[in-house]
C-alpha cells in the first residue's frame, strides 16, 4: 500500500503540476527501488538466498528506475528553461 499508493499519489501530483509530480516521482521511484533491493538483499543476509523469487520484483525494480529517470528528465528540462527564461535575449 505505502509503495503503490505513493506512486498514484505521484501519478495524480503529475497530472496536477508537472514540475512537482516530477520531484514527487522521483522520491517514490526511489523508495520502489530500494524496496526491492531490501527484497533482495534481506533474504541473503539471513539465510545466505539472494535470488527473486517471482518475475514481479525485477519488473517493479525496472518501474522504479523508468519514475526516477523520467521525473529527472522532467526536472532537467524544467530547470534548463527557467535558466533560458532569464537571460536576457
Not at 20 to 44: C, F, N, Q, T
Not at 55 to 83: C, E, H, I, T
Amino acid at each position: 500500500m505505502l509503495v503503490g499508493g505513493s506512486a498514484l499519489l505521484a501519478g495524480l501530483a503529475t497530472a496536477l503540476d508537472a514540475g512537482r509530480g516530477a520531484a514527487l516521482s522521483l522520491a517514490v521511484g526511489l523508495v520502489m527501488m530500494g524496496w526491492i533491493a531490501g527484497e533482495y538483499l534481506l533474504p541473503d543476509i539471513r539465510f545466505g538466498l539472494a535470488t527473486f523469487d517471482t518475475w514481479m520484483q525485477p519488473f517493479y525494480l525496472l518501474v522504479g528506475l523508468a519514475m526516477a529517470a523520467l521525473a529527472l528528465s522532467v526536472l532537467s528540462d524544467s530547470r534548463r528553461g527557467l535558466r533560458g527564461a532569464a537571460r536576457p535575449g
